[in-house]
């Protein structure tokens, strides 16, 4: 369920749909939005096949039509100002991917196809890809264009919605968070159980890096005594991760939560030590001598 590119040619909008609903806070797999939607390797999956898809995940895939270039655009970016993720069908209708926000002119898609999924697009490349082409059946001198998009709507306003920003979307695209990109649902997935989303009305709450500000140092040294060897600089790339993710969508840790999370994160941090570096029995029975 994390950002990593589709495994052949026709599962592109499971994905697609997949990483909109990710964006929203929900994790779904896309074998299981594959399996909703009907999709088959030799014809894909089309808009009516996805929203049926959506509707299970209490979503709305709405389809809108623009015939102008400047008409369409500024229907996309009204749609990703509200936060609202759009699945476009691009190469001709051919292919599936997801536009998440749009940034100094910059829009900043999920494309499954691509090795790095997060990609960088400016106006005139993503018109290019998203425009379709096609014949008048009277005037074969007229051709007309379709823009084609659709937004992922949900029917409850999400309390965790991911903000992919110029800055995140770059730092995703790095080869050293290449892991944390295919890890990304895990990790979101633990930091929906010790945090929440913050609010207007919000008090006495501080960001997962203000938490680590004050306790990483203590939580990775108690890690290390206790398992008694372990990367102390992978850990902090662990928390690092968690750190990058809360941030995208704006988690935070109420004040009468923090001995909470704090437990949580040392827990988190211990099972990865174990599974890292292995670890010996623990009050169990002492191996025979032989």
């Known amino acids: 369920?994390?950002?990593?590119?589709?495994?052949?040619?026709?599962?592109?909008?499971?994905?697609?749909?997949?990483?909109?609903?990710?964006?929203?806070?929900?994790?779904?797999?896309?074998r299981e939005i594959s399996k909703l939607a009907g999709t088959h390797w030799w014809h894909g999956t089309d808009d009516l096949q996805l929203g049926r898809a959506a509707r299970k995940f209490d979503c709305d895939l709405l389809m809108i039509r623009r015939h102008q270039e400047a008409h369409a655009r500024a229907e996309l970016v009204r749609y990703l100002r509200r936060g609202i993720p759009v699945l476009l069908c691009v190469e001709e209708w051919s292919h599936w991917l997801t536009a998440v926000n749009v940034?100094?002119?910059?829009?900043?898609?999920?494309?499954?196809?691509?090795?790095?999924?997060?990609?960088?697009?400016d106006w005139p490349t993503l018109r290019r890809r998203w425009v379709y082409h096609e014949d008048d059946e009277v005037d074969d001198t007229v051709t007309h264009t379709f823009y084609d998009l659709h937004p992922v709507v949900p029917r409850a306003r999400r309390q965790s919605q991911a903000q992919f920003s110029l800055t995140r979307a770059r730092a995703l695209r790095r080869h050293t968070n290449r892991q944390l990109a295919e890890l990304w649902d895990v990790y979101l997935g633990d930091l929906l159980v010790l945090c929440r989303t913050r609010t207007p009305l919000s008090?006495?709450?501080?960001?997962?890096?203000?938490?680590?500000?004050?306790?990483?140092?203590?939580?990775?040294?108690?890690?290390?005594?206790?398992?008694?060897?372990?990367?102390?600089?992978?850990?902090?790339?662990?928390?690092?991760?968690?750190?990058?993710?809360?941030?995208?969508?704006?988690?935070?840790?109420?004040?009468?939560?923090?001995?909470?999370?704090?437990?949580?994160?040392?827990?988190?941090?211990?099972?990865?030590?174990?599974?890292?570096?292995?670890?010996?029995?623990?009050?169990?029975?002492?191996?025979?001598?032989?």
């Open 1 to 30: 369920m994390g950002i990593y590119p589709q495994p052949n040619i026709w599962q592109c909008g499971p994905f697609a749909l997949k990483h909109a609903l990710v964006t929203l806070g929900v994790l779904k797999d896309e």
């Open 103 to 121: 940034e100094q002119g910059k829009f900043i898609l999920l494309d499954s196809r691509e090795k790095k999924v997060v990609t960088i697009a």
């Open 203 to 290: 008090q006495k709450v501080f960001s997962l890096g203000e938490f680590l500000r004050r306790h990483q140092e203590m939580i990775i040294e108690q890690v290390d005594f206790w398992h008694g060897n372990i990367d102390t600089k992978a850990a902090r790339k662990v928390l690092g991760n968690l750190h990058f993710v809360a941030d995208t969508y704006g988690l935070v840790i109420h004040a009468e939560q923090e001995k909470r999370a704090i437990a949580g994160i040392t827990t988190i941090l211990a099972l990865w030590a174990a599974a890292s570096h292995g670890v010996k029995p623990v009050y169990g029975p002492r191996p025979r001598r032989r």
